[in-house]
T-cell receptor, first 115, second 113 residues
Framework: DVKVTQSSRYLVKRTGEKVFLECVQDMDHENMFWYRQDPGLGLRLIYFSYDVKMKEKGDIPEGYSVSREKKERFSLILESASTNQTSMYLC??????????????FGPGTRLTVL | KQEVTQIPAALSVPEGENLVLNCSFTDSAIYNLQWFRQDPGKGLTSLLLIQSSQREQTSGRLNASLDKSSGRSTLYIAASQPGDSATYLCAVVGVTGANNLFFGTGTRLTVIP
């Protein structure tokens, strides 16, 4: 079974702190994604990466950065956390095979609260 | 931009009923459509993946269909159980643009014992 793990299930931080969210997948997938999920807004893509050291902006990249130094690990960084970044953060991975994408597999999520 | 809609937003049924969840999308140029289940406060669990060339997929009591030309998918759950209570999300991957899923806002299902 594909396993996607996230470093924390719950996280509480203060405004202005630098926050790191870590995601690790064990299936050698090329593609990794960070989403945030908010009530009424659904899931929105923040960043994704299709290879080591490669990254692409999603729909809402402002206030976030990412790092992918190793294939299995994709980090989301909040440079200076703000209260409007309080949300559920979900990491996912998938593999590109030929003309279609395989399934996206999600981690358990990190519920971040910024005070 | 691709828009994905799920109707109804919430559904309550008595245990044992068969039910259908609906998903519609505006751009038929998709690679695949995926159905997920999400329990409160948890991540997403993949239920079924339908490639654009397929019409349906089945897993146990679940059957998902895809009509790409009309921009519709349905998830059929047979003989519903209280353990099926969750939010069900559909998502599509488009052939253009970013390599990501476009999600619907989900249908919250409650199966009453």
């Amino acid at each position: 079974d594909v396993k996607v793990t996230q470093s924390s299930r719950y996280l509480v931080k203060r405004t202005g702190e630098k926050v790191f969210l870590e995601c690790v997948q064990d299936m050698d997938h090329e593609n990794m994604f960070w989403y945030r999920q908010d009530p009424g807004l659904g899931l929105r893509l923040i960043y994704f990466s299709y290879d080591v050291k490669m990254k692409e902006k999603g729909d809402i990249p402002e206030g976030y950065s990412v790092s992918r130094e190793k294939k299995e690990r994709f980090s989301l960084i909040l440079e200076s956390a703000s209260t409007n970044q309080t949300s559920m953060y979900l990491c996912a991975s998938s593999v590109w095979t030929g003309s279609s994408y395989n399934e996206q597999f999600f981690g358990p999520g990190t519920r971040l609260t910024v005070l | 931009k691709q828009e994905v809609t799920q109707i109804p937003a919430a559904l309550s049924v008595p245990e044992g009923e068969n039910l259908v969840l609906n998903c519609s999308f505006t751009d038929s140029a998709i690679y695949n459509l995926q159905w997920f289940r999400q329990d409160p406060g948890k991540g997403l669990t993949s239920l079924l993946l339908i490639q654009s060339s397929q019409r349906e997929q089945t897993s146990g009591r679940l059957n998902a269909s895809l009509d790409k030309s009309s921009g519709r998918s349905t998830l059929y759950i047979a003989a519903s159980q209280p353990g099926d209570s969750a939010t069900y999300l559909c998502a599509v991957v488009g052939v253009t643009g970013a390599n990501n899923l476009f999600f619907g806002t989900g249908t919250r299902l409650t199966v009453i014992p």
